[in-house]
C-alpha cells in the first residue's frame, strides 16, 4: 500500500529512534523530535516500537489512502478530518480506502507523530528511516516529504479492532495526551554546563531566572533563544569537541542554541548548560513565540526523573498492548 | 594509562566526556584515538567520538545500575578505568589512505601560495610530501580534520566564506587541512579536488576514512581527475 501527498504541510519527514553509531564518522543520529510520542503512536497501531513515523510540524499534510489503513496520530494536538470527518487525537482511527485525511494547524505542541499500521515501507538508510534534513541522510534522500511522494507501508497484520466497511471509526478508547504533552509550559530543567563558570555573574543568574523566547530560526537542528542575551567574562578560545543534543551552547551573539536531534557531531561554542533529557521532548513541543524558563536540575535529580518517566511509558505501552489484544 | 590522568566531564545522562588537555596537538590526539581503541574493544557497547583533545563516550544509562535500578556511575568509571589500564589496542592494519588531488582545480592555490611566500609548484611538494592523520571527523558527514599540515602552509580562513565549495575540495583551514565530502558552505582556502568520494551511504563503513587513519595526498593532472572521477562515479 502506499499513502500519496496532496499537500506537505510546513514540515513533514519520516523518523525512526535515531541512527546509532556513525558519530565519529560525522553523522548524528536525528530521529524524532518528541521520542515518548512516537512509541506511543506505534503502540496505538500496534506496531513495533522501532517503525517509522511521520513528523509533523505545525501545519499538516493532506495524504490519499489508496487502501484501508489504521493510522493514529500523537504528539502535537492538530486538526485532522477524514473525508470531512473529525479525527479523535491519540487515539486509534480505522480509514477506509480512499481517504482523503486533511490534517491542518496545531492547537497544542508544535510536532503531531503519524503512526501507519504496519510502519513506513522506506528503505532504511545506514540502519535507520530517520531523515536527517541536516545532513541529506535519509529516506526520500533525506529530504522533507514533499506533494507527490507516494510513501509505501509496510505489511499489515490482520487485526479484530475494526471491522472494515466505508466510514471513519476510532476506537472507543485513547490516550490522554497529558502528561506527555506538556499545556503548562513548566520551566525545564537544566543542569550546568562545562562553561557555566565563564558566564559573567548577570548572566549567571539570567540563565536561570530570565524568560527566553524560542526564534523562527530554529529547527530540528536546534532551538534559538531570543529575549535573554548572555555574556561570557572574557572570550573563551575553544577547540572542536564532540556534542550532543541538550547541550546549551552560547555563540558570540549572547544568543544560546539549545542543540537538538540534528545536533552537529562537533562544535566548538562554550557549552553552559545541558537539558535533562527528560525534558527534551517536552522543548520539542514548543512553537517559535513560546516563553522557555531554565530551573536548575543535578544529574541525580535528571536521571532520577528519566528513569521515572521511562518506566511510567513502558508501562503505558504495555497496557496499550493488552488493550489492543483484548479489543 | 589509568583514569587518574583523564579529566571525565559528565555531559548528559547517556554521554561523558574523556578530556586528555585543551590544544590541538599531534601526542594528545593519538591519546584519544588510543584510548578509543581500548574502550572500543573492551565495551563495544559504548559508542566513542573522538576529537581533537578529548573523547565523548555515549552509553545506556540502563546498563549501568545499581540492585535498585539506578544509574551508578562507579560501575562506568571502574568498567573505563580498567580498559584504559589494559594493553594498548594495536592498530593494525596501519590504515593510510592515499588521496589524488587535482591541485589545478584549487582556486585558493595562488592565494596560498602568495601567503606563504612560495611558488604554486612548492605548496603543492609540501602539502604532499607529509603524512596526515584524522583528528576527527566533523562539520559533515566525512569531513575529515587533518593533523600534520606544513607549518609554512597555514593560512587564514577567507573573510567571508563561499555559500558552496565543491565536493571533493581539498582545502586549508588555519593549521588544519581537510576535504569537503560534499558541495557545502566553507570558509577554508581551497587548494585542490579529488575525485575520490568521501562519504558514500550505500557503502559500509560510509565514510572512507576513520578517525585516527594515516592520509597522504598524491598529485594528479586534470586528465587523471577525469578518469578517476568517471569510474568513482563522481563526474559531474
Redesign the interface.
Known amino acids: 500500500m502506499t499513502i500519496e501527498l496532496i499537500k506537505s504541510g510546513l514540515l513533514t519527514s519520516i523518523q525512526d529512534a535515531g541512527r546509532?553509531?556513525?558519530?565519529?564518522?560525522?553523522?548524528g543520529r536525528a530521529g524524532a523530535m518528541d521520542e515518548p510520542s512516537r512509541r506511543l503512536a506505534n503502540a496505538l497501531v500496534g506496531n513495533a516500537h522501532d517503525q517509522a513515523v511521520m513528523e509533523i510540524t505545525l501545519a499538516g499534510p493532506t495524504l490519499c489512502f489508496r487502501e484501508a489503513a489504521v493510522i493514529a496520530i500523537t504528539g502535537g494536538i492538530i486538526e485532522a478530518r477524514a473525508n470531512g470527518q473529525a479525527l479523535p487525537p491519540w487515539t486509534t482511527c480505522f480509514l477506509p480506502a480512499g481517504t482523503i485525511l486533511r490534517m491542518g494547524g496545531m492547537r497544542h505542541g508544535c510536532r503531531s507523530y503519524l503512526s501507519v499500521r504496519g510502519g513506513f515501507g522506506v528503505a532504511p538508510?545506514?540502519g535507520s528511516r530517520s531523515t536527517d534534513l541536516h545532513?541529506?541522510?535519509g529516506p526520500c534522500g533525506g529530504r522533507a516529504l514533499r506533494a507527490g511522494d507516494a510513501i509505501a507501508t509496510g505489511h499489515a497484520a490482520a487485526c479484530s479492532w475494526f471491522p472494515g466497511g466505508n466510514e471513519m471509526k476510532a476506537l472507543g478508547w485513547g490516550l490522554d495526551p497529558q502528561p506527555w504533552l506538556d499545556y503548562a509550559q513548566a520551566p525545564l530543567a537544566l543542569?550546568r554546563g562545562?562553561h557555566f563558570d565563564a558566564l559573567d555573574d548577570a548572566s549567571r543568574q539570567m540563565l536561570f531566572s530570565g524568560r527566553f523566547v524560542i526564534s523562527r530560526h530554529s529547527n530540528r537542528t536546534g532551538t534559538r533563544l531570543e529575549g535573554t542575551t548572555l555574556q561570557l567574562r572574557h572570550p573563551l578560545e575553544l577547540?572542536?569537541?564532540?556534542s550532543?543534543p541538550?547541550?546549551l551552547q552560547l555563540p558570540p551573539s549572547g544568543q544560546p542554541i539549545l542543540l537538538l536531534a540534528e545536533a552537529?557531531?562537533?562544535g566548538g561554542y562554550p557549552r553552559i548548560g545541558?537539558l535533562?533529557?527528560v525534558d527534551l521532548p517536552r522543548l520539542a513541543q514548543r512553537r517559535p513565540g513560546d516563553a522557555v524558563c531554565f530551573t536548575e536540575t543535578s544529574?541525580d535529580e535528571?536521571?532520577?526523573r528519566?528513569?521515572r518517566r521511562?518506566d511510567a511509558l513502558e508501562r503505558l505501552l504495555r497496557r496499550i498492548g493488552q488493550r489492543l489484544e483484548s479489543a | 594509562m589509568p583514569l587518574t590522568n583523564v579529566h571525565i566531564e559528565t555531559l548528559a545522562e547517556d554521554a561523558w566526556l574523556l578530556r586528555f588537555g585543551n590544544d590541538i596537538d599531534v601526542e594528545i590526539n593519538a591519546r584519544v584515538h588510543g584510548a578509543a581503541a581500548q574502550i572500543g574493544a573492551a565495551l563495544p557497547d559504548i559508542e566513542c567520538v573522538p576529537s581533537y583533545a578529548s573523547l565523548l563516550l555515549r552509553f545506556d544509562p540502563r546498563h549501568w545500575t545499581d540492585t535498585q535500578g539506578r544509574f551508578a556511575g562507579h560501575h562506568l568509571r571502574d568498567a573505563i578505568d580498567s580498559a584504559l589500564r589494559g594493553a594498548a589496542v594495536s592498530e593494525t592494519p596501519m590504515k593510510e589512505v592515499v588521496i589524488p588531488v587535482w591541485y589545478g582545480a584549487g582556486e585558493d592555490l595562488g592565494d596560498v601560495a602568495a601567503h606563504a611566500g612560495l611558488s604554486a609548484v612548492e605548496v603543492i611538494a609540501r602539502h604532499t610530501a607529509v603524512t596526515y592523520r584524522v583528528a576527527m571527523i566533523g562539520f559533515a558527514p566525512g569531513f575529515p580534520y587533518l593533523l600534520g599540515l606544513d607549518p609554512t602552509l597555514a593560512m587564514p580562513r577567507r573573510p567571508t566564506p563561499r555559500a558552496s565549495v565543491p565536493a571533493g575540495s581539498v582545502a586549508i583551514g588555519g593549521q588544519q587541512t581537510g576535504v569537503y565530502p560534499q558541495a557545502l558552505p566553507g570558509g577554508w582556502q581551497l587548494i585542490g579536488r579529488t575525485p575520490v568520494q568521501l562519504f558514500d551511504v550505500s557503502a559500509e563503513p560510509p565514510s572512507l576514512l576513520k578517525p585516527g587513519d594515516r592520509v597522504r595526498f598524491r598529485a594528479i593532472d586534470e586528465a587523471q581527475f577525469d578518469r578517476i572521477a568517471t569510474q568513482a562515479g563522481t563526474a559531474a
Open positions: 546509532r553509531g556513525y558519530a565519529s564518522l560525522g553523522l538508510v545506514l545532513a541529506r541522510i543542569l562545562h577547540i572542536s569537541e564532540a550532543v541538550g547541550t552537529p557531531v562537533t545541558q535533562a533529557a544529574m535528571a536521571m532520577d528519566l528513569r521511562d
